[in-house]
């Protein structure tokens, strides 16, 4: 046991800040004794030692730079392609597949004994340029099939879960039935593209675990999000879809961010009453609209990692968790989501330099205080 003055000074020797408010010391104080104890235990471990998963999203050229490689190896206890696995990607044109990335990825993620998450077979989003000129409602379904099988089955076996259907519910822009109105795959063959995707993917790799990823379930908005998610599930179930678990994105933050604990473990708890599984797909903390003030930015980030965490794991059906990136050194908010007065963003549980942030804390703090699965 170390003295709680010395815990602090490691805290902020390990954060590289200085300024804590008395609340936080002491709410870093109340989970000092297993910091104390194992400040060495990776989220990756803390994560299995409650039969939980943990880890992020990332890209081949990324994983190449040895510190980062090191780093993700340690924290991540299974990977996904944040970009390789999309149409754009993976489709250079109608008739052939770049499976470069998608291989190396694989070896990397059997050499360091990770889990790999696939993402995503069918999106409307990031498709490659010739896919409108090409793909057409007497073709579509043959290319949707085609595609999944092909793809799945190039490492059938060795995936974890499948990201099958990627945001099929629209906040704007919906059916009635909240099916995304835009989506090139709705325009052409109608909500059954949604069955058809998943059939062919259990046939593909039976072995994988076939996910629905889905955005904008988090936030306490009445957008009707949640209830169509939840229709559309039962659905599926209904017509014997081969389906096992509901991803929830989990990008947090930004403008008048909402969190509701009691609505958002209500709404857990309909997804688990429909026999599924719940994976935390994407999660990020947006500051993009929080002061600039470093330590302080980094509290307001930290607080929503914790207040959302311990209450998703209260719901046993959550069985993982992966954020969308592990450093801010290298995260998709730099670009999606910037800051006006241009400060680097500060989204993920490490920062820059690859250091532990009060986000890793409030992360690793979520795993060691749920109940073991
Ligand atoms: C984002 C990636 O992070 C970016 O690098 C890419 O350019 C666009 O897509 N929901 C998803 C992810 O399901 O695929 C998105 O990823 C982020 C939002």
Redesign the pocket.
Known sequence: MISRRLFIENIIKTLGISAFSAGLIDRLIVNSLTYAQNNDLSLKNRAAAKGLFYGAASFKRVLSYPDFSKTFIEECGILVP??ELKWRALRPTPTSYDFNAFDWLINFTSKNNMKFRG??LVWHD?LPAWFSNTVNSSNAKKYLQDHILTVMKRHAGKIHSWDVV??PIAMWDKHPDGLRASSPWYKLLGPEYIEIAFRTASEADPNAMLVL?Q?HLEQDKDDGTRSSVLKLLKRLKFTGTPIHALGI?S?LGGKDYSFNKSKFKAFLSNVADIGLKIIIT?LDVMDQYMPKDISLRDKMVANIYEEYLSTALSESAVIGVLT?GLSDRYT?LSKFAPREDKAQVRPLPLDQNLQRKLAWYSIANAFDNTRAR
């Open positions: 944040e970009w993402h995503t990031d990627n945001e990823n955005n994105e990008h994407e969308w998709w």
